[in-house]
């Protein structure tokens, strides 16, 4: 007599990486915001506010302030949500609606303001795609 053994065979779904394509995302929106900086300095945007110049450093320092929240978000909207895909866009569009408020409220010059709306929608552009194709 022989005995067989068996076992029921197991699915697990695997999810893409979320963290390390959304910080390389991060990254890249840095990079572009000063990039972004860079060349509307060199062509006399000031970037003052309230007597002080904003370094183009600050730029990807802002960038990755404000977008590392965005990860977090996405990583907890793909453990809890139904629809973390839809959910997240929907959110990082509405912020980023709301971001572009942001730069008037900096007592600068209109060019200023203008790039800085402009950053805004950049980096959304970048790092808003590449966090939603990684959830599901």
């Not at 062509?43 to 990860?71: K, N, Q, W, Y």
Request: charged share 10%; proline share 7%; net charge positive.
């Amino acid at each position: 007599m022989t005995a067989t053994l068996t076992t029921p065979a197991t699915t697990t779904a695997t999810r893409p990486a979320l963290v390390v394509p959304g910080l390389v995302a991060v990254a890249a929106a840095a990079v572009a915001t000063v990039a972004i900086a860079l060349v509307a300095r060199a062509a006399g945007v000031g970037f003052v506010s309230a007597g002080e110049a904003i370094p183009p450093a600050g730029f990807a320092v802002m960038t990755a302030m404000l977008a590392l929240p965005g990860l977090v978000l996405a990583a907890a909207l793909r453990r809890w949500a139904a629809r973390p895909r839809r959910t997240f866009v929907r959110i990082a569009v509405t912020l980023t609606v709301l971001s572009l408020a942001a730069p008037f409220v900096l007592r600068t010059d209109a060019a200023s303001v203008v790039v800085l709306m402009v950053t805004h929608v950049v980096a959304a552009a970048i790092i808003v795609p590449a966090v939603a194709r990684r959830l599901s």
